[in-house]
């Protein structure tokens, strides 16, 4: 029967206990708080990235419906003219892209796109529409002159009429601004960011490309069937190039994604905590309540209204500080897509309602779920069993060993996901998730054996102080078990994390060595565009002049160009190396030496392994490129390392890229030095052969793995600002318990004092419990953490990017689970500690009579 009175006195009950322990219930909030913020900036700055990628190719792309992409060397400009006339087009535009560097500002790249302004003014309007009073037709009759988007004009200090030096190859140019794009839509002007509008003649003589085309865009009727694609070219739909471009970076999203829900999961536990300890202390008044007849439903109802009462405006700060992570993060995100996809500007976090809406939800649902255990506890006990606090630990213990049954069973659940055939990543995110809970459930049963194996040693061994330090830990379980499992997975995961970078460096390190492995690389600093053009190509009189420079024993050639394909930009590496060169790459299928004759006649190609896992290609299978003769086959021999990026490669010889693409030229060189000489003095011969005529980047050995590895770093600069947040949450967490552990121990330790404990007696015994308790989080977080690395190298990150990592692990980055966990237990438990020991025996035992 509905009791008329449960209601308002278990709501008053519940504010006058929140109120009365504001610091509990403010870390409780801020615990939650935390997670979601974690998981909102996570999934603002993906959708952030990925909605900058979506507009640059909507700007770019306009209403373009299909695309006739060529060679890399393009396509010849005539083709245009039959194409714009063929039945079922609407409209169709000729495109001339790629990229320039700014003399002013070296390490910044602007996006060059030709185009025909009348042809284009339907397909893209807003690069004709939004120009500020300028007469496109001198866009056309003035060569040299280009429109800038208003954004990028500010940035660099342009304004209209001023000359952009420019740097294309070895060759530099004056541009001149004639006007500013002035878009009004925000979102294209942010699709526009660093993109130089020429038109089509102009951009032709800037990249030297006279007399043809990257791609013709066109807009077909709907329905009306594609015109036949003339020689060497073939039609790649707008639409399937962006999903393409969207499916390269999913597994570095969703692996961000997973760790935002981590730092979710910490934060659940300082939730359960709080609302366990809200039931605890008015277990009394439950108690009583249960007797005068308020039914379980009631108890039951208040209890989670308790729980909302954190969640929800937990959740709301969690959304604001979400956004303010997020912009942060958003940095992070794009910098890493920079280095191993494609360039994106985007400097705006977007305010995405469902992003906010799941960050919302989730903070809503954890609160929830967490509040469940606490309070199906206080409404399952009878009410008479309700008014004893060792019924609590009794009830925990029990609790505790079900939560270990749980555990065992959801730990032998993900392994027998892992033992699934094939390699669906989800599948390995499920097996995770699992281990990682699984292994949560059991930590409060490991934490009961760990001390009772530890007990007698510390009894026979330690002061009496130790022995009562270390007993309080399960005596107290309803509040330790908790906080050292937030702490244990916390740890755990950043030693997970820890793990995989160092595997990751070590492995990328010896890869850097096999393949950088000359003395001195020389290059323009360019490299391919967008749009598979390739610019940056050395003048092969400059060639031969620099490898008879004195000092060099040997000269190694190569180029990267990228191949326009229907699943995105392909990177295909063409070299021109001996015997020893080739015998050093470091090849995961196939043998150098067998492979060495066929490679040099230009009979097979080489792949990466991570092309050879997106495209699920063997030894002995066939890849098909585009040529400018058409679509050829070539046989797959080997498969090697490359950790460039997860996109894939292709290398071939310089016999057989001359012989199928007709164009023997190279873009870079790698140098070997005679012994006694030494790197510095050949790069200054190198420097004055070149003379002032050319513009060349020369690298040392060393400065270009340095290079490479601050890539590297910067990948992973992310994952360490998530690894932090989560031991921050956790912070938190065992500072929430040790917060309830005093006011509940209060009466306690009051009798320890009236006995003659001083209050330095009082306070080391507490930060010995605190000491405790972040020893045990870090020994099961060392075994644990090792556990998730092997996870993470072998499976999470080959099934996302289909690298084979070697796994690395330091007996350092084992310890820092220790490291991290001591230190932090100690400064959470300082505050509660000290106020224990400062308050006077006598006003304890009042306030618990």
Same mark, same amino acid.
């Given at each position: 029967m509905k009791h008329p009175f449960a209601t308002p006195l278990l709501l008053r009950s519940s504010l006058r206990h929140f109120l009365g322990h504001p610091w509990m219930t403010i870390l409780a909030m801020f615990g939650i708080a935390l997670g979601v913020a974690v998981v909102?900036?996570? !999934?603002?700055?993906?959708?952030? $990235?990925?909605?900058?990628?979506?507009?640059?190719?909507?700007?770019?792309?306009?209403?373009?419906?299909?695309?006739?992409?060529?060679?890399?060397?393009?396509?010849?400009?005539?083709?245009?003219?039959?194409?714009?006339?063929?039945?079922?087009?609407? %409209?169709?535009?000729?495109?001339?892209?790629?990229?320039?560097?700014?003399?002013?500002?070296?390490?910044?790249?602007?996006?060059?796109?030709? #185009?025909?302004?009348?042809?284009?003014?339907?397909?893209?309007?807003?690069?004709?529409?939004?120009?500020?009073?300028?007469?496109?037709?001198?866009?056309?009759?003035?060569?040299?002159?280009?429109?800038?988007?208003?954004?990028? $004009?500010?940035?660099?200090?342009?304004?209209?009429?001023?000359?952009?030096?420019?740097? #294309?190859?070895?060759?530099?140019h004056e541009i001149t601004i004639i006007g500013l794009l002035d878009v009004s839509d925000p979102l294209i002007r942010q699709g526009l960011a660093d993109t130089l509008v020429m038109d089509v003649a102009s951009a032709q003589e800037l990249l030297d490309f006279q007399g043809r085309l990257t791609r013709i865009d066109l807009v077909l009727t709907?329905?009306? &069937?594609?015109?036949?694609?003339?020689?060497?070219?073939?039609?790649?739909?707008?639409?399937?190039?962006?999903r393409a471009l969207e499916g390269l970076t999913e597994s570095f999203r969703l692996n961000l994604a997973v760790l935002g829900m981590l730092a979710l999961m910490v934060g659940m536990f300082i939730i359960f905590n709080t609302i366990t300890f809200s039931v605890v202390r008015r277990r009394h008044i439950i108690g009583l309540l249960r007797a005068q007849g308020v039914?379980?439903?009631?108890?039951?109802?208040?209890?989670?209204?308790?729980?909302?009462?954190?969640?929800?405006?937990?959740?709301?700060?969690?959304?604001?500080?979400?956004?303010?992570?997020?912009?942060?993060?958003?940095?992070?995100?794009?910098?890493?897509i920079n280095d191993l996809y494609f360039e994106l500007q985007v400097t705006r976090l977007p305010l995405d309602p469902w992003s906010l809406a799941k960050g919302g939800l989730l903070g809503i649902g954890a609160t929830l779920i967490a509040t469940w255990p606490a309070a199906w506890e206080a409404v399952a006990i009878p009410p008479s069993l309700a008014l004893t606090r060792s019924t609590l630990e009794h009830t925990i213990q029990q609790g505790v060993q079900r939560a270990g049954r749980w555990g065992a069973g959801i730990?032998?659940?993900?392994?027998?996901?892992?033992?699934?055939?094939?390699?669906?990543?989800?599948?390995?995110?499920?097996?995770?998730?699992?281990?990682?809970?699984?292994? $949560?459930?059991?930590?409060?049963?490991?934490?009961?054996?760990l001390v009772g194996w530890i007990q007698p040693m510390v009894r026979r061994w330690l002061p009496w102080t130790w022995t009562l330090a270390l007993g309080a830990v399960p005596r107290n379980l309803s509040r330790t078990g908790v906080a050292v499992a937030a702490l244990t997975l916390s740890v755990a995961t950043t030693i997970g994390m820890g793990i995989l970078v160092e595997s990751f460096r070590d492995t990328v390190e010896r890869w850097l060595t096999?393949?950088?492995?000359?003395?001195?690389?020389?290059?323009?600093?360019?490299?391919?565009?967008?749009?598979?053009?390739?610019?940056?190509?050395? !003048?092969?009189?400059?060639?031969?002049?620099?490898?008879?420079?004195?000092?060099?024993?040997? #000269?190694?050639?190569?180029?990267?160009?990228?191949?326009?394909?229907?699943?995105?930009?392909?990177?295909?590496?063409?070299?021109?190396?001996? %015997?020893?060169?080739?015998?050093?790459?470091?090849?995961? +299928?196939?043998?150098?030496?067998?492979?060495?004759?066929?490679?040099?006649?230009?009979?097979?190609?080489?792949?990466?392994?991570?092309?050879?896992?997106?495209? +699920?290609?063997?030894?002995?299978?066939?890849?098909?490129? &585009?040529?400018?003769?058409?679509?050829?086959?070539?046989?797959?021999?080997g498969i090697h390392a490359d950790f460039r990026a997860d996109t894939g490669s292709i290398t071939v010889s310089r016999t057989l890229f001359a012989r199928y693409w007709d164009d023997p030229a190279m873009a870079s060189m790698g140098i070997r030095i005679r012994a006694g000489e030494t790197v510095e003095t050949v790069m200054d011969r190198l420097n004055l052969a070149a003379g002032p005529a050319h513009s060349l980047e020369i690298q040392s050995n060393r400065g270009l793995r340095e290079a490479s590895l601050e890539i590297f770093d910067r990948t992973f600069a992310v994952t360490r600002v998530l690894r932090l947040l989560s031991v921050v949450i956790a912070f938190f967490g065992i500072w929430t318990?040790?917060?309830?552990?005093?006011?509940?121990?209060?009466?306690?330790?009051?009798?320890?004092?009236?006995?003659?404990?001083?209050?330095?007696?009082v306070l080391r015994l507490n930060l010995l419990e605190t000491t405790f308790m972040g020893i045990i989080a870090g020994g099961i977080a060392m075994p644990l953490g090792w556990f998730m690395g092997l996870l993470l190298v072998e499976v999470i990150n080959h099934r996302s990017f289909g690298w084979s990592l070697q796994m690395t692990t330091s007996p350092a980055m084992i310890l820092q689970a220790m490291v991290i966990a001591v230190p932090t237990a100690l400064l959470a438990g300082l505050i509660p500690s000290w106020h224990m020991a400062r308050t006077p025996p006598l006003e304890a035992l009042r306030e618990q009579g």
């Open positions: 909102t900036a996570v !999934d603002l700055a993906n959708e952030g $990235a990925m909605r900058a990628m979506r507009l640059t190719m909507a700007s770019l792309s306009g209403h373009t419906t299909h695309r006739l992409s060529g060679p890399t060397t393009g396509m010849e400009e005539h083709l245009f003219g039959p194409l714009r006339w063929a039945d079922g087009v609407q %409209q169709a535009a000729p495109i001339v892209e790629g990229v320039a560097r700014l003399v002013t500002f070296p390490d910044r790249t602007l996006r060059i796109m030709g #185009v025909d302004p009348i042809a284009d003014a339907p397909i893209r309007p807003h690069l004709t529409r939004n120009t500020r009073g300028v007469d496109l037709k001198a866009l056309v009759t003035i060569p040299g002159t280009a429109l800038l988007s208003t954004r990028t $004009a500010t940035r660099f200090g342009i304004r209209t009429g001023d000359t952009m030096p420019l740097k #294309v190859g070895e060759k530099k709907p329905g009306s &069937p594609l015109p036949p694609a003339p020689k060497h070219t073939r039609w790649i739909e707008t639409e399937r190039r962006t039914t379980r439903q009631e108890l039951l109802v208040q209890l989670f209204a308790d729980g909302l009462l954190l969640g929800i405006p937990g959740t709301l700060l969690g959304l604001l500080l979400g956004l303010a992570l997020g912009q942060g993060l958003l940095g992070l995100v794009v910098q890493t730990l032998l659940l993900g392994g027998l996901i892992l033992l699934l055939p094939g390699q669906n990543l989800y599948a390995g995110f499920a097996a995770l998730g699992c281990f990682t809970v699984g292994a $949560a459930l059991l930590v409060p049963t490991t934490m009961m054996l096999e393949t950088v492995a000359s003395d001195i690389y020389v290059s323009t600093g360019e490299t391919s565009t967008g749009a598979g053009v390739e610019v940056g190509i050395l !003048d092969p009189e400059l060639i031969a002049t620099l490898s008879r420079v004195p000092g060099i024993e040997s #000269v190694g050639l190569g180029r990267r160009v990228s191949l326009d394909t229907p699943e995105g930009l392909l990177n295909l590496f063409v070299l021109d190396i001996d %015997q020893a060169r080739f015998s050093e790459r470091w090849f995961l +299928k196939g043998n150098a030496q067998d492979l060495w004759p066929p490679f040099q006649r230009g009979e097979i190609v080489v792949i990466s392994e991570s092309l050879a896992f997106r495209r +699920k290609l063997d030894v002995g299978a066939t890849l098909e490129l &585009p040529t400018p003769t058409g679509l050829h086959s070539f046989p797959i021999a318990a040790l917060m309830a552990i005093q006011l509940e121990r209060t009466r306690e330790l009051a009798v320890f004092r009236a006995l003659g404990m001083t209050r330095g007696e």
